[in-house]
C-alpha cells in the first residue's frame, strides 16, 4: 500500500515566489514525518522532522492530520533551493516509507 | 566519522553479470537499510538489517538480488544475473537506535548494458 504521496514530480518556481511541495500519506497510528533533501552531487539528509516544528533554510511543514498531509512551504524560494525533495514516514519497526520524491527548481 | 560509505559509485556492468555493491554503515549504528532510486519510483526500501539481522526483505525485487550484512561495519548487496532494468542509483543508509535520522551514503549508480 501507498504509504506517502507525492503528486508532483516536476515543480519549477521563480525565485521569491513561494513554493508548496505537497505530501499526503496513509498511516493509521500516530505518524512521524520527514522531509529529505538530495542536492545535486550531494548525498539524501533530513531537511526537517515534524515533531521539531523547526524552520530549516526557510522551509517549514505542517503535520494536517485531518487531511493526511505534510507539505512542505518556503515564502520566497531561492536558487539554491533547487533539489530533489522526498517526504518519508517512519513506521513501527523503523522502516521509512518515502514518496516518489518532487525535483524542485527555481528559476532566476 | 566519513559518514556512511558506499563503493563503488558507479558500475557499468553487462547483462547477465554479476554485481556486488558495498556499504559502510557509521559505527555504532544498528539500522542499516538499502534502498533503490529510479525516476519512476522514486525512494523504494529494497532491505533492511538491525543488529546485522535482516528484519525485512519485502522489498527485494525478485530472487536475483540478495543482501548481506556479515558484520556490523559491512554489507552487501548483489544482483546476479543482472538486468538491464536493474539500472538505478543504490543507496545505503544507516541509523542508531535512538535516532529519527537516517543517514544516507553517497550512492551507487549501476548501469546495466
Known amino acids: 500500500a501507498q504509504r506517502v504521496t507525492q503528486p508532483e514530480k516536476l515543480l519549477s518556481v521563480f525565485k521569491g515566489a513561494p513554493v508548496e511541495l505537497k505530501c499526503n500519506y496513509s498511516y493509521s497510528g500516530s505518524p512521524e514525518l520527514f522531509w529529505y533533501v538530495q542536492y545535486s552531487r550531494q548525498r539524501l539528509q533530513l531537511l526537517l522532522r515534524h515533531i521539531s516544528r523547526e524552520s530549516i533554510k526557510g522551509f517549514t511543514a505542517d503535520l494536517n492530520k485531518g487531511e493526511t498531509s505534510f507539505h512542505l512551504k518556503k515564502p520566497f524560494a531561492q536558487e539554491e533551493d533547487s533539489a530533489m525533495y522526498y517526504c518519508?514516514?517512519?513506521?513501527?519497526?523503523?522502516?521509512?516509507?518515502f514518496g516518489t520524491g518532487t525535483s524542485l527548481t527555481v528559476i532566476p | 566519522d566519513a559518514g556512511v560509505i558506499q563503493s563503488p559509485r558507479h558500475e557499468v556492468t553487462e547483462m547477465g553479470q554479476e554485481v556486488t555493491l558495498r556499504c559502510k554503515p557509521i559505527s555504532g549504528h544498528d539500522y542499516l537499510f538499502w534502498y533503490r532510486q529510479t525516476m519512476m519510483r522514486g525512494l523504494e526500501l529494497l532491505i533492511y538489517?538491525?543488529?546485522?539481522?535482516?528484519?525485512?526483505d519485502s522489498g527485494m525485487p525478485e530472487d536475483r538480488f540478495s543482501a548481506k550484512m556479515p558484520n556490523a561495519s559491512f554489507s552487501t548487496l548483489k544482483i546476479q544475473p543482472s538486468e538491464p532494468r536493474d539500472s538505478a542509483v543504490y543507496f545505503c543508509a544507516s541509523r542508531g537506535l535512538a535516532d529519527n535520522e537516517q543517514f544516507f551514503g553517497p550512492g551507487t549508480r549501476l548501469t546495466v548494458l
Open positions: 518519508a514516514l517512519k513506521a513501527p519497526g523503523n522502516q521509512f516509507y
Open positions: 538489517f538491525n543488529n546485522n539481522v535482516p528484519i525485512d
